[in-house]
């Protein structure tokens, strides 16, 4: 019965979606940057966030600089209640405490995600939401990401994103995006969101929130099939099938190009079949860029590294993809993009 109510509100959600929203809204700033999950390499005695590329544990700033060079990063995963949220098992005023002041004593931005696979962050007030984002506020704050997957009612997200406006209208200049799953049919259905997808760009529109950004999850798709992603070869082809996400939405749902962005799973997806290549991650950029889209990131830092010894399936701290070697996955975006550092690039490229 709860799901048949669920699956009612998605529908009726679509439909409004579907009769065209305004979208008169400003595009927001582009942002390029990879995911790095807090909890992964972290030493808990300091909560400094740190990546193993070469399978030693090296803090993301080293000093006043980063040996990642000038790389935005998106910080993942906040969960639990704003304010008082953790990063698994780190409080949340700890991971500020060690990384907000260094990351902008650096000049390197950062995005605060929150949610993600298998968690939940909620926010039942805009004083809840602000104790939130003051927590990690600096010059360097780049936005807020709220990475929604499962696991919300349709009242949690609501006022998770009213919460947000509220911040918003006197924080005009931070960014907000909204992660969503997608598929990316190439069989003329547009089929893209899914149910939470839809209600969570309903609700997005409902509450006032301006200038956001719609990430799509351009990965796990499933078994190869022009459903669910374009396919070649009989197999999805991950870099084609992340620009046809993108088209369908827009298309679909009236999304402006402007609002939409991409997160791409490197390598061997949860999905064993679904594989990003290094091209992939070059055809993709090439794409953003061209496509004037919002943003482009990718899951995860930890992952841009080969593994020590052949792995079968999706692994936390290697791509799975022998003879690919460390970095090249960001180097394809970076290159894709015409961005030298990857800290930033321009969506008004041609």
Known sequence: MAHDKHRTAAIAAAALLAAGAPWAQAAPPFI????????????PATNVITAAPDGVRTPYINGDGSPFGRQALTWAFASGECGDEQWG?????????????????????????TGGQGAVFTC??????????????????????????????????A????????????????????????????????????ETGVAVLAAAQRSGLRDYALNLMVMDYGPAHPNACVV???RCQMGLSAIQAARNVHRK???????????????????????????????????????????????????????????????????SMPGT?????????TTGLGSGDGATASSGQP
């Open 32 to 43: 390029y940057s990879p995911y790095k999950h807090l909890a992964m390499w972290n030493d």
């Open 89 to 113: 098992t780190q409080r949340g005023q700890d991971v500020a405490d060690a990384n907000v002041a260094a990351f902008d004593r650096a000049g390197i931005r950062y995005l605060i995600s």
């Open 124 to 157: 039942a007030s805009a004083e809840g939401m602000e104790r939130f984002v003051a927590r990690y506020d600096s010059p360097h704050l780049a936005g807020i990401d709220f990475d929604i997957e499962a696991g919300q009612s349709a009242q949690q997200i």
């Open 159 to 194: 006022s998770l994103l009213a919460a947000a406006a509220s911040v918003q209208a006197h924080r005009p200049a931070l960014r907000f995006s909204l992660t969503v799953p997608t598929h990316a049919a190439s069989d003329g259905s547009l089929r893209s969101l899914n």
């Open 232 to 234: 070649r070869a009989r």
């Open 253 to 319: 749902y009236g999304v402006p190009y402007e609002q939409i962005e991409l997160t791409a799973m490197i390598g061997v997806n949860d999905v064993r079949e679904n594989v990003f290549t290094v091209a992939d991650a070059r055809t993709v950029a090439q794409a953003a860029r061209r496509m004037k889209l919002a943003g482009l990131h990718f899951w995860s830092l930890d992952r841009d590294t080969p593994c020590p010894v052949p792995t079968i399936g999706a692994q936390a701290t290697c791509s």
């Open 325 to 333: 070697p460390g970095g090249a996955y960001g180097r394809a975006f």
